[in-house]
């Protein structure tokens, strides 16, 4: 099953609530099910450097389909190679890593591959807890909440009194239509817009073939710094 538009905004909102700017940050994402993609998806909207570990070639095939990965790797040298330059020049990107979680989770201890955030959509050998340990250790903060796996230092939340909508255009030159009109209504100095905003400027290029589009419908928490 594809993610789902409302579970990837709610986790965009989180992340955007918990920090303002996210480009030129490396976060790292434990597994590609359904709470995995849409951390990814969430990640590119937010602006961040993924990178995405599973071991599961089937998940890494349905991620790749569904544009949760820019790049599949099967080395952690091409990985960090995709990742870096991105990183520094703070474009969003997500590269997915092939083969043994453990194996990476590891090397990355080895290598002193620090995220700034990890988060954990599966649950995890002993020997990936420990390796996440190290990461955590040396400054990394794991996220938990929304369909991410705890227990972490981070919770994302959204407002409990929120509520999604979606609307469904019948072809995409409607689609676009209504994407502008939600954009034009977005515009303003409340405190939530640019967040409303940046979500509607990537849904297009996260869901190009949906014509649905899920949206906050009214917003008002200040973000946080």
Not at 16 to 27: D, E, F, K, N, P
Request: glycine share 8%; aromatic share 4%; charged share 20%.
């Amino acid at each position: 099953m594809a993610a789902s538009q409302a579970d990837t905004l709610r986790l965009f909102t989180a992340l955007r609530l918990h920090r303002t700017v996210w480009a030129g940050s490396l976060v790292l994402g434990l597994g590609l099910n359904d709470a995995g993609r849409a951390f990814a998806l969430a990640s590119l909207a937010a602006g961040a450097a993924a990178l995405l570990l599973e071991d599961d070639p089937a998940r890494l095939r349905e991620a790749s389909r569904e544009g949760c990965a820019t790049f599949t790797v099967t080395t952690l040298d091409e990985a960090l190679r995709a990742l870096k330059n991105e990183v520094r020049q703070g474009r969003a990107i997500t590269v997915a890593l092939g083969g043994s979680v453990e194996q990476w989770l590891s090397e990355m201890a080895e290598r002193g591959v620090l995220p700034r955030s990890l988060a954990v959509a599966r649950e995890l050998s002993d020997a990936e807890a420990a390796a996440i340990g190290i990461l955590k250790d040396w400054g990394a903060e794991r996220l938990h909440g929304l369909g991410l796996i705890g227990p972490g230092e981070v919770e994302l939340t959204v407002g409990a009194h929120w509520a999604i909508t979606t609307d469904t255009a019948t072809n995409q030159a409607e689609r676009r239509s209504l994407d502008a009109a939600l954009l034009a209504a977005a515009e303003g100095d409340a405190a939530m817009s640019e967040v409303t905003r940046q979500w509607l400027r990537a849904a297009p290029t996260l869901f190009p073939r949906s014509l649905d589009r899920s949206h906050w419908q009214s917003l008002s928490t200040p973000v946080k710094a």
